[in-house]
C-alpha cells in the first residue's frame, strides 16, 4: 500500500466512523504497551485483579500475540446515552447498563464501518473487540491520542469526558498513527476523595474492590464491601461524575427540559421481587443483563438493608416463611 492510499485510508475511516456516532477515533501501532506489563503482574501477584481479566498478560499487551498480522490498531470511542438520574431510594445503574448492551451497539457499528471499508476497496481482514476481548483498550487509547487516563482509570477524551465505552479495529495494513495524548489532570484530586471504596491515587490499582466490580461480582460481599454499594445495582459512576471533564455532561442531565426516556433509577422492591420474565424484559437486553437475575436481586437487598426500607423485613418475613429467599442473598440474612 502506497504512502498517500495509506493517507487516505486514516482520514476516511475517521470519517466514517464520525459518521456512525463515534465521538473519538485514533490510530496507533501493533507494538506491544510498553511498561503495561509490570503494571498487570504487580496487581495479579497482590490478588488485586478481577476474575473477568485475561490470564495470560501478553494477550493483554501485544496484538500480534492473539493474531500475527495485525499491523495497525484503530481505538474507537462510543458515547454511553443521555439518561435521566434517580430518583430519592431508587436503586442505581450506571450509565454503562441503561438502555441497549453498549457491546451490541458498538460490534453493529464497527461491522457497518467494515462494511463501508470494503465496499471501497479495503482488501484486509479486520478483527475487533469490544470490551470483553484480551486487549487493554485504555492502555492503546492513549497511544492512539483518543484521550488520557485519570486517576479514576477512566480514559477521559478532551471535550467530551470519560462516559464512553471503547472498542478495538485491528488491521493487518500498517495505516499512519495518531500522537500519544498527555495527561490533563493536574493536581485534581475529586475522584480520589469521592471513591467509595478508597482505593484510586494508589498503585497498583485494587480492580478487585472497586465497587463496580462488587455490584457484579458472585463472591459474598462482606459487611464493609456491602455498605460501600450504598443504593448501586449495577456498576459505579462516582469517580466519573465529580469529574471536572463529565461536567457539562452531568449540567445537561440535570436541566433536561424533559426527562431522558432512558433512566439509571430502579424502584429497589421491584427489582428484589423480579421474575425470569421481567428480568428478560427490563434487563437481559442491557449491560446489566450478562450477570443474570440473582446478582442484581441481591444488589438490591442490600441497598433496601443499606437504607433500612421497612418494607425489607416485611417482604423477608413473607420469603422466610414459603423458603422462597434466593440463594445468594441467604449469607446476609445473619444480621435478621
Known amino acids: 500500500m502506497e504512502s498517500d492510499e495509506k493517507i487516505g485510508w486514516h482520514t476516511n475511516i475517521k470519517k466514517w466512523g464520525y459518521e456512525l456516532g463515534f465521538v473519538a477515533i485514533g490510530f496507533t501501532s501493533a507494538e506491544s504497551v510498553k511498561g503495561l506489563a509490570q503494571v498487570l503482574e504487580a496487581r495479579r501477584d497482590l490478588d488485586l485483579a478481577t476474575p473477568f481479566e485475561e490470564k495470560e498478560i501478553e494477550l493483554r499487551i501485544d496484538p500480534q500475540v492473539g493474531w500475527q498480522d495485525c499491523q495497525t490498531v484503530v481505538v474507537l470511542a462510543y ?51 469490544v470490551d470483553i476481548g484480551p486487549l487493554v483498550e485504555r492502555a492503546f487509547a492513549i497511544r492512539a491520542g483518543i484521550g488520557w487516563i485519570g486517576r479514576n482509570q477512566q480514559l477521559i477524551i478532551p471535550g467530551y469526558g470519560s462516559f464512553v465505552a471503547l472498542a478495538l479495529l485491528l488491521l493487518d495494513q500498517e495505516i499512519p498513527v495518531d500522537c500519544p495524548s498527555l495527561d490533563q489532570c493536574g493536581a485534581c484530586q475529586r475522584c480520589v476523595e469521592a471513591c467509595p471504596a478508597h482505593i484510586l491515587g494508589k498503585e497498583p490499582f485494587a480492580a478487585k474492590h472497586c465497587v463496580s466490580y462488587l455490584t457484579q461480582s458472585k463472591e459474598i460481599l462482606t459487611d464493609e464491601e456491602y455498605r460501600r454499594l450504598g443504593l448501586r445495582i449495577f456498576g459505579c459512576d462516582t469517580c466519573q461524575e465529580v469529574c471536572p471533564h463529565n461536567q457539562q455532561r452531568m449540567e445537561n442531565e440535570l436541566a433536561a427540559s424533559a426527562p431522558f426516556p432512558l433512566r439509571r433509577g430502579v424502584d429497589l422492591l421491584e427489582t428484589l421481587n423480579l ?12 449491560a446489566a443483563g450478562w450477570r443474570g437475575k440473582a446478582v442484581l436481586q441481591r444488589n438490591a437487598f442490600l441497598a ?19 423458603q422462597s429467599v434466593p440463594p445468594i442473598i441467604v449469607p446476609y440474612l445473619r444480621s435478621f
Open 79 to 129: 458515547p454511553l446515552p443521555d439518561t435521566a438520574p434517580p430518583q430519592e431510594a431508587e436503586g442505581i445503574l450506571a450509565r454503562s447498563a441503561v438502555g441497549e448492551d453498549y457491546h451490541c451497539v458498538l460490534r453493529q457499528s464497527i461491522n457497518q464501518l467494515i462494511d463501508t471499508m470494503v465496499s471501497n476497496g479495503w482488501t484486509g481482514t479486520p478483527r475487533w473487540q
Open 275 to 286: 421474575t425470569k420474565g421481567e428480568f428478560q424484559r427490563r434487563f437481559q437486553v442491557t
Open 304 to 322: 433496601l438493608q443499606n437504607i433500612r426500607d421497612p418494607r425489607l423485613r416485611l417482604w423477608l418475613a413473607d420469603h422466610k416463611e414459603d
